[in-house]
């Protein structure tokens, strides 16, 4: 199974997000704020993070840049899942190195969504640089 990180200081956020990958193969793991997500990304080494944008310690775009810092982190997908759905919080996730962001309340089929098309975009840009 591949393994999980969603980090949100809500848990029921977290609960849900779980629930939802675990029909998709994954297990879960989890973080209630930025700080425990980059120390979690680093000594689990998760093959996708979902972070919240307003956590408290240490934001998700901070939590973001420095996760991607991290050696083998750098192509992990991470994705944001927060109810901030303006404009900018979109641009500096995606500046901080996110893949994606989903905005809350978000569903099961959303999120397939959203995994299926980075998983296919990923294959086909490696194929393309063959």
Not at 93 to 98: I, K, N
Request: glycine share 6%; charged share 30%.
């Amino acid at each position: 199974m591949k393994k999980v990180l969603v980090a949100d200081d809500h848990g029921i956020n977290i609960e849900l997000a779980i629930a939802v990958l675990e029909t998709m193969g994954y297990t879960g793991t989890s973080a209630k704020n930025g700080l425990e997500a980059i120390e979690k990304a680093r000594s689990e080494k998760p093959e996708l993070i979902l972070l919240d944008y307003t956590m408290p310690v240490l934001n998700g775009v901070e939590a973001c840049r420095q996760i991607r810092e991290i050696e083998g982190m750098d192509t992990i997908p991470i994705f944001f899942l927060s109810g901030n759905d303006e404009l900018k919080d979109r641009q500096a996730a995606l500046r901080a190195g996110a893949d994606d962001f989903l905005s809350k309340p978000f569903n099961e089929q959303t999120l397939k969504e959203a995994l299926w098309v980075y998983e296919n975009t990923k294959k086909n840009s490696v194929s393309r640089a063959s």
